[in-house]
């Protein structure tokens, strides 16, 4: 009896953690937890996000009984923190943060009292041959010091294992957006991880966010830590070891000290600019100094850039610069090649950067960019090029640059590929890459447009796109648009254009038509040109354009009221649970509608919310699914 009631416990958290059977969302689970203690909601919680917290805690302190620490300890942070947490949906990235800070104060305690020198994870000194393993040390450090909108979705997605259309419902985002996001957030980690001297491709870096899948977790494991948790939640550590108590309090101080220097910063901000006379004195006292500093250096030379020294008096194990470029282009041993790379990255450090880079990009030409190779010495030839132009640093950009212009296919691939990872001067290399994303082959120009939203996403011409978008060329318009997506209000001027491609994208190509639906689904509306176009797309072939529609519907809200029987349609059509929570969530921003409709569109909704009912598994005593929520407040609202 008590094993049959074990293997039932065991099947209900299956069902419950799991988001796609319609499972609880964090957001319910934590707010049962913080009203009425719910030990079964915690316990979820612990079994839904414990794999990943473990997972950022071995890769820190290296060793599983210092994670299984930071584990308990990160929860323990939870219990105490709960009713502070504003974005509940957003719950495993705060869990991601606190247990990377809590492994950090752990690895640290732990070195102390082996009496071993502490290495500084933000150590700027790192070699520059890392591999895809090494870049894992760095992964979790510069993960959290992407923007929230970008990091939430990586770490949902690659840490936690949930796919691009949980993601979305879970942040409550379309899933054009949350492919735009995942796309942008690979591509800023990439480039802060070859800041550390590891240089991977985005398909790599993929691969290597994948590897850090978590370490499992024991049932045991997960008891002691809610029995713990409800202990200390009580006002008593009777149950949580000394060692782990002091680590969760020290980890709350550093959180506490945290807002407090943010709150700091605000109120300092706010005072001098709600001061107009001591911001004018700033200001004033400002000029003074930067006259003084102008009178008192009136006389000083500039100083004289360090001159280069003589090409022929360099060199690399015994060759001059010319010899080791005759190498490199002529030599065809793959080992040699990368020996000769080596030595032109040393050259470009040493005041030829220009050449060196030049000589690599040429190089290059006869090179597939990666990040799949037929051939392993191919391979290491382009990832020693690629480490070399890292080197080389912003120097290498005007060759690269040139590349565009005189290079073929490949190398202009390459150029496209470094361009944004080196700190290059946008107004330096815009120009050549505008030119290069306006014709020529697709694969390209759509590169060539993925490098101007890397190099300045703030200042990145939206003509540009736009011209694009309205390419002969479908590969090219569709990649356009997809990007257009992601750029939010700034693809307002891209309006016209857009709600031509969201209907008449050809038959073949409804990416095109999905993608347009989700750009729309991010700008300013107006229902009399929208409605028309979203008429069409819920009358579309494709199943994934009408599921696109609901973007822009949602958006539009009560202006969308004669759309409410083809969206209400959609619910027939739809088949898993996120896919009827958007359709019933944008019923919802409609609102009732015309109330000669209002009956049969109650009908239609509580007949969806008997069978989510009756599709449950386990006693009623539970909490609302997602879908069952959504379900009630919208049909709430159309009462009304």
């Known amino acids: 009896m008590q094993r049959q009631l074990a293997s039932i416990l065991q099947h209900l958290r299956r069902v419950v953690v799991q988001r796609t059977d319609g499972g609880l969302s964090d957001a319910q689970l934590l707010e049962r937890f913080v009203r009425q203690r719910d030990e079964a909601a915690f316990e979820v919680l612990v079994w839904r996000h414990g794999p990943m917290v473990l997972g950022v805690a071995c890769r820190v302190v290296g060793n599983l009984h210092d994670a299984e620490d930071v584990l308990q300890a990160t929860f323990l942070a939870l219990v105490r923190q709960a009713r502070l947490i504003s974005r509940r949906e957003s719950l495993g990235a705060w869990l991601y943060q606190v247990a990377y800070r809590t492994a950090l104060r752990a690895r640290k305690l732990r070195q102390k009292r082996a009496a071993e020198p502490l290495v500084d994870a933000a150590d700027p000194t790192v070699p520059a041959e890392r591999?895809?393993?090494?870049?894992?040390?760095?992964?979790?450090?510069?993960?959290?010091?992407?923007?929230?909108?970008?990091?939430?979705p990586l770490?949902?997605?690659y840490l936690q294992g949930l796919t691009n259309q949980e993601v979305a419902v879970e942040l409550g985002c379309p899933i054009g957006t949350i492919f735009t996001r995942l796309a942008r957030g690979r591509e800023m980690l990439r480039l802060r991880l070859v800041r550390r001297g590891v240089t991977l491709s985005t398909a790599v870096l993929g691969t290597a966010l994948s590897q850090t899948a978590p370490p499992a977790i024991s049932g045991e494991l997960v008891k002691s830590i809610v029995q713990a948790a409800i202990s200390f939640a009580a006002g008593s550590a009777a149950t949580v070891a000394p060692h782990v108590a002091a680590l969760t309090e020290g980890v709350l101080r550093i959180m506490w000290v945290s807002k407090l220097k943010l709150v700091a910063g605000v109120l300092v901000l706010a005072a001098v600019t709600g001061s107009g006379a001591g911001f004018l004195t700033y200001r004033?006292?400002?000029?003074?100094?930067?006259?003084?500093?102008?009178?008192?250096?009136?006389?000083?030379?500039?100083?004289?850039?360090?001159?280069?020294?003589?090409?022929?008096?360099?060199?690399?194990?015994?060759?001059?610069?010319?010899?080791?470029?005759?190498?490199l282009l002529t030599e065809l041993k793959p080992?040699?090649?990368?020996?000769?790379?080596?030595?032109?990255?040393?050259?470009?450090?040493?005041?030829?950067?220009?050449?060196?880079?030049?000589?690599?990009?040429?190089?290059?030409?006869?090179?597939?960019?990666?990040?799949?190779?037929?051939?392993?010495?191919?391979?290491?030839v382009v990832e020693a090029?690629?480490?070399?132009?890292?080197?080389?640093?912003?120097?290498?950009?005007?060759?690269?640059v040139?590349?565009?212009?005189?290079?073929?296919?490949?190398?202009?691939?390459?150029?496209?590929?470094?361009?944004?990872r080196l700190r290059i001067d946008p107004k330096e290399a815009l120009p050549a890459i505008i030119k290069t994303a306006e014709g020529g082959d697709s694969v390209v120009r759509t590169r060539a447009l993925e490098a101007l939203l890397a190099i300045d996403e703030e200042h990145a011409p939206v003509a540009v796109f736009v011209k694009a978008a309205g390419d002969k060329d479908p590969q090219v318009r569709y990649d356009a648009i997809r990007l257009l997506a992601g750029m939010g209000h700034k693809a307002q001027e891209a309006l016209p254009l857009l709600l031509i491609a969201a209907v008449d994208g050809e038959k073949k190509y409804p990416g095109i038509r999905v993608e347009?639906?989700?750009?729309?689904?991010?700008?300013?509306?107006?229902?009399?040109?929208v409605v028309p176009v979203l008429i069409k797309a819920l009358r579309d072939d494709s199943f994934e354009v009408q599921m696109a529609a609901l973007g822009p519907v949602t958006k539009l809200g009560p202006e969308a009221k004669d759309l409410t029987v083809r969206v209400a349609d959609l619910l027939k059509k739809a088949k898993k649970p996120e896919e009827k929570i958007a359709v019933v969530r944008a019923l919802g921003r409609i609102g009732p509608g015309d109330l000669a409709l209002q009956p049969e569109l109650v009908k239609i909704l509580q007949d969806e919310?008997?069978?989510?009912?009756?599709?449950?598994?386990?006693?009623?005593?539970?909490?609302?699914?997602?879908?069952?929520?959504?379900l009630k407040q919208t049909l709430e609202k159309i009462k009304k």
Do not use: C
Request: aromatic fraction near 6%.
């Open 335 to 380: 080992e040699s090649r990368v020996e000769a790379i080596k030595a032109m990255s040393s050259f470009g450090a040493n005041g030829y950067a220009r050449e060196a880079a030049a000589a690599v990009a040429e190089l290059l030409r006869g090179y597939d960019p990666g990040p799949t190779f037929i051939d392993r010495g191919d391979a290491q």
């Open 131 to 152: 591999s895809v393993f090494e870049a894992l040390a760095f992964l979790d450090e510069e993960l959290l010091r992407l923007p929230e909108k970008y990091r939430t």
């Open 155 to 157: 770490v949902l997605s």
């Open 284 to 327: 004033a006292a400002g000029r003074e100094q930067a006259e003084s500093k102008k009178v008192a250096g009136a006389d000083e030379k500039p100083a004289e850039k360090p001159r280069r020294p003589p090409r022929e008096a360099l060199r690399y194990g015994g060759k001059s610069f010319e010899e080791w470029r005759n190498l």
């Open 609 to 630: 919310l008997s069978a989510a009912t009756k599709s449950r598994f386990g006693p009623a005593t539970l909490p609302d699914t997602p879908l069952q929520d959504e």
């Open 516 to 529: 347009a639906l989700n750009a729309l689904g991010n700008l300013d509306l107006d229902a009399q040109k």
């Open 402 to 420: 040139e590349e565009l212009a005189k290079g073929n296919r490949r190398s202009r691939l390459h150029a496209l590929n470094m361009l944004p």
């Open 385 to 400: 090029a690629e480490i070399a132009f890292s080197k080389i640093g912003a120097d290498a950009g005007p060759a690269l």
